[in-house]
């Protein structure tokens, strides 16, 4: 009985627990560690490492198990959001970002010497909010929905899922307009790692009770579950990465809770089937063109 107890007090209080965990470590941390990108992707990845074990420790759904065949596949996409899309984002989608900030004028050094927490705040709710607006229209427009669509065709939901899509999508929700400001190191490499953790949560297979505060702002796995709905429509909802909360003020949040996840009669797509997937309206339009021709 003792130990059911406790574990009900861990998967209650973990999620809001590890991101205290993550700020006071970016927070108070040798200046050393909190400015090195390596940092980041170890603590990152060790972060990941944990809530996967949990899925062993207190599954949400046995149909959502990891197999062999899930994890080397969702590894791929990992490993390309890491190497291939940020690549692109440094090179591609930062500096033009960079070079409007030095045309425009703005200069914000003040920033860099707000309270740490604060930084943190501004960056994650800046970045979550732009995002939003991102995912929410590749729901709402044909092209962009052929790129994001691929991630809506995973059939379970666990902590590395967030990384299963086209580059092409991938790339653009990584866009932002965070570099038009003067933040601290370690209050975008914190910002970053509360907004990817807090993202693992909300696809992970774990059977969580947070508290209602944390679910009013943080996404979970219940409203995210829903956005993964079977059906279309559904989907429209919940668009939030991180903080659920911009959906509420933005009128698109939804309660509610998904077991059956993916599209198109839960039919499962391959790698090759998620690089090509934007393109095969195209190819099919021009076969069609020829044989009409």
Known sequence: ??????KQVVFRYIQPATVLAIVLFWGLAPERLTTSAWTLLIAVGLCKLAILSLEQVNERHAAWRMTRTELLTDLFYVAMVYTLIRYAR??????????AKHAIGISTPWLEHAPFVLQVALVLFLFEFGQYWMHRAMHNWTPLWLVHAPHHYVTQLNALKGAVGNPIELFLISLGIVALFDFSLPALFCAAHVGTIVAAFAHANVRFDPPRWYSYVFTTIEHHSLHHSVDYESTRCNYANALIVVDRMCGTFHAGEAVEVGQDGRRRLSILDVMAFPFVPLVARFRNGRTAG
């Not at 440094?90 to 070079?99: F, R």
């Open 90 to 99: 440094i090179h591609w989608g930062d500096p033009p970002v960079e070079a």
């Open 1 to 6: 009985m003792a130990e059911q107890g406790v």
